[in-house]
Each structure stands twice: as C-alpha cells, then as structure tokens.
C-alpha cells in the first residue's frame, strides 16, 4: 500500500512539473520564443499598404519583453511612414532580421518634414541584419536641384540617436531623401557590410554620419552616393573605418567643422584600407571660417586608393558650399596630428595635396608617409597654406610643409 502511495504522489508531481497550472487554473502556454513576425500584426508585403503600425506593434512587444527578442520582416516590399522606435526596453537584445524591403511613401512630403523615416532612440543592444531600405527620395531631389521653395529639407533613413551597443549588418539603403545612415551620440556602434546607393548628383545624401559617438567601427561597406559617402561630426572619438569603397560621392570627410561657437572636437580616428573612384574629393578635413573651439587632432589616413579624384588629400579651413552666405572670418577649429600614410593613385587635378588652413590656428604635426599621386600620368602638385608638418619616405607630389 505505501509503493502505491508513493507511486500515486510522485505522478501528481510529475504533472504539476510538467502542466504548471496559471492563476486561473488553465494550463500557461510554453513560450518557444520570442520573435515577432510584422505580419502576425497586419503588415502587408504589397508595397503600397501602410504597415507602420504593425511595425510599431511588434516593436512595442519586443521593447516589453524581459527575454532577448527578434522582430522578424519576410520577404516583400512593406511600406512605412517615418517611426520612432523608442526606449527604454526591458531587454538589451533586440535583433530585427530582414529579408525583405521596407519602402517610404511615394510622395516625398508624408516623411519629408520629420527629419527621420526610421530612427531608434535610447536603446540598447539593438541589432539590424539584412534588408533593403528604399527612401524613395529622386522626387524631393529634382525638387530641391529646381530651386522650389516648397520642398521638406528630407528625411534620413535610418537614425540611431543616444544609443549604446548597435549592430548594422549587411543593411542596403537606396535613393535616401537625407542622409542614408545617422548614428548621433551613441556608443559602442558596428556597421558592416552595408550598401550604400544613390545618384551622384543627389542633394544632401551622405552615406554615413557619425556625431558625438564614441567606439563606432564602420568596415567592409560600399558606398555611391550625392554627398560625403562617410561624414564625420563634432563630438565624435575611437572611430574606425576599414576596408569602405567609396564613388561617387564627396570623400570620407572630417566635419564640416566650427559651425557653431561652443563645438567639441573630433579625436582618435583611423581610415584604412579604403578606395575612391571619381569621387570628388579623397580624404578630407574641412571646417567653417568663423570662431569656434573646436578640434580635430590624432588623425590617422592609411591605406588609400585613389582613382581619378579630384582633391585626393585636402584640409580646407575656409569651406563654405556654393560660396554662399560665406562666414569669411579666420576658423577657430584646431587641426593637430594628422597622418597621411600610403596614399597612392591618380588624381583629376594637378594640385593633388590642398593644406588650407587657418591663420590664426595653423595645421600643425601634419605627416606624410610613402605618398604617391600622379596627374595625367605626371607628378602632381601640392599647395600649403598656414600648414606645418614633414614628409617621410617617397611622396610625391612634393611635400610644401613648413617644418
């Protein structure tokens, strides 16, 4: 009788193990995982369906989710009006896998005016695999080159704004309205294997902006775009750029600079192993010709191919686009510690190195290390202003530093 017993309660145990009862006495689901799939919450794969708030939905459960969580876009073309994707969340491990694309509004004024058409804001631990991103922006483009007064400034595609540890992989962005990618004080940021595309003559499309962060690494991209194919704002330090093909576009640019009065500066920055074709400009720091206390300083340009550019190495101090409204003061902005090694190819200009720097603060400790640059199958040119620094190993053209 007590085997029985025994047997009897070690069954009911068993059960209540293995069918844990809720509150209400009916048997709790068994969670397998926490994904979330757009269009378990209405998205539509049309293209022409307002999926915005499917996308919210799904974002909203991640976000409150205390387990690491995936949201999950299949493949089709989902349309979006622009969303905040707002912290804080309760995990630290959102994943967003894309296989399919998320397309913007045809008429460019729906998102136009908001500044942004996805951006995430004080999260943490948000990763993005994969997708195409279609800002949809050729119609505000012809808008802008026409000179209408009506036309939104546009909206960038895809922000990242006060966030810590973000993944970007393997993301495509075409035909941006803005900027493509924006990561706005953040830290500890990856971006890789990201595609960047839009027509070279697009207003206002930089590829990548990166302002008041800290630990960014941007590797193994491919950038063609309107503007500066990776710009580089105040505030900005431990940044890394590696192995990014860039053309068209404007360069890889430090700034522009000295915008405002009161600026942090820019700190400990690395560009290798990059490539320029027919871009208009290489390696570029450029800052306003007005009083400001900012800086740029541990600079580091190596690894460098330049195909038909046509300002491959350039610091210019006095930048003002369209020379319009031009501050014309002396710049404020400290430029310290740049290093220019390995930097070979061909240039579309004969002057292939510009030092154009301030007069009030000259470029100082400014190196040139195994330079090679060729016009029309000749030795280019340099031209220095106000810039001090050496020459080391071969460079051509031939180094104008003041020492």
Known sequence: ????????????????????????GAAAPLTLSNTYSVVEYGAKPYGNFDSTQAFVAAWTLACGSIKPATIYVPPGRFMLRNVVFRGH?????????????????SDYNVIGSAGN????????GVSIYGGILDGQGAGLWSCKRSGGRGCPSGA???GFSNSDNIVISGVTSVNSQM?????NGCNNVKVQGVRVSA????????????????GVSILNSRIGTGDDCISVGPGTANL???????????????????????????QNVTVTRVRFSGTENGVRIKSWGRPSTGFARHILFQHALMTNVQNPIVIDQHYCPDQNNCPGQVSGVKISDVTYQDIQGTSATQVAVKFDCSSQYPCSDIRLEDVR????????????TNADGTASAFVQPQSCLTL
């Open 156 to 158: 960038t595609s895809l």
């Open 117 to 124: 058409w996805l951006i995430f804001e004080h999260v943490n």
């Open 1 to 24: 009788m007590e085997r029985i017993t025994t047997i009897f309660v070690a069954v009911i145990v068993m059960n209540f193990l293995l069918f844990p009862c809720s509150s209400r």
């Open 199 to 214: 027509a070279g003559n697009s207003p206002n499309t930089d590829g990548i902006h990166v302002q008041s962060s800290k």
């Open 179 to 183: 900027f493509h990618i924006v990561i």
């Open 240 to 266: 890394w750029i590696e192995n990014v093909a860039c053309g068209p576009g404007h360069g890889i640019s430090i700034g522009s600079l000295g915008k405002e009065s009161e600026e942090a500066g820019v």
């Open 89 to 105: 969340c309760k995990n630290s491990a959102i994943t967003f896998r894309i296989d399919g694309m998320l397309v913007a509004p």
């Open 373 to 384: 640059l060729t016009f029309k199958g000749k030795p280019a040119q340099a031209s220095c």
